[in-house]
């Protein structure tokens, strides 16, 4: 199958300002993407917009807004969709969780994943266009210092999932597909997470990370999610993503 043309396309990031989502609008930028990059932190957004120039727009918005959504989906309709905005969960035990802190990444990353998802079936986007879902490698193993996160990450998988059903029940040719990238502290949600449990493990960060082996940097998930854009043989409903690169799952 002959790699999909990213050159000239457009492409939507949600949670753009920091961390993976940053990396990944840097990368599909590179590649020669117009980029819409969504977030609620505009100082961050145009710091990025000083260093991509003309072909990154700036939407200083909130992702889990269902208007933002619509509005932002009706007016460019991007060839590639990454669903990346997210809460940082509060590293703490379950007992030391409130509802509010516990729940967040239902009330975020749940419902930003459903609206935009939502709104690419019903666009719907062009057949060939690409919707990535950002899930968590919490999803598979469980983080039980992180509240309603891993549950909140297995759900994007879920409903991704669902959506990829739809789009083939109904012959639109979207594809869609769950990342579940691995803990890395190359994020401010990942450091906090990092520095949680190597606390809890009673080891320094250094020994801790150490022993998971290779770090996941944000660059090398950019150029993960250019690389899914680019390549429309990479159909798999949801890929774990390691240092080691992207890896199908069943």
């Known amino acids: 199958m002959r790699n999909r043309e990213i050159a000239g396309t457009t492409a939507l990031v949600t949670g753009a300002s920091r961390g993976f989502g940053r990396g990944i609008a840097i990368a599909l930028s590179q590649a020669g ?9 505009r100082g961050r957004l145009e710091e990025l ?24 989906m009706d007016t460019y309709r991007p060839a590639t969709l990454v669903l990346n905005a997210g809460a940082s969960p509060l590293a703490r035990p379950l007992h030391r969780q409130t509802w509010e802190s516990f729940s967040a990444p239902w009330t975020v990353d749940v419902q930003q994943a459903f609206h935009w998802t939502r709104e690419a079936l019903l666009a719907p986007l062009a057949p060939g266009s690409l919707v990535v879902a950002f899930s968590s490698g919490a999803a598979r193993f469980g983080s039980p210092l992180s509240g309603g996160y891993a549950g909140a990450k297995a759900t994007i998988r879920f409903l991704s999932g669902y959506a990829a059903e739809e789009s083939r029940r109904a012959g639109l040719g979207i594809r869609l597909t769950a990342v579940l990238p691995d803990l890395t502290p190359a994020t401010g949600l990942g450091a906090a997470a990092v520095a949680a449990y190597a606390a809890r493990q009673g080891v320094d960060e250094a020994a801790f990370l150490a022993a998971r082996g290779p770090v996941l940097a944000a660059e090398q998930v950019g150029q993960a999610i250019a690389g899914l854009a680019a390549d429309p043989g990479l159909d798999a409903a949801a890929y774990a993503l390691t240092a080691a690169g992207l890896e199908a799952l069943a």
């Open 33 to 41: 993407a117009r980029v819409v990059g969504v977030a609620r932190d």
């Open 49 to 72: 917009r000083a260093q991509l120039g003309d072909s990154f727009t700036a939407v200083a918005a909130d992702a889990t807004d269902p208007v933002v959504a619509g509005q932002l």
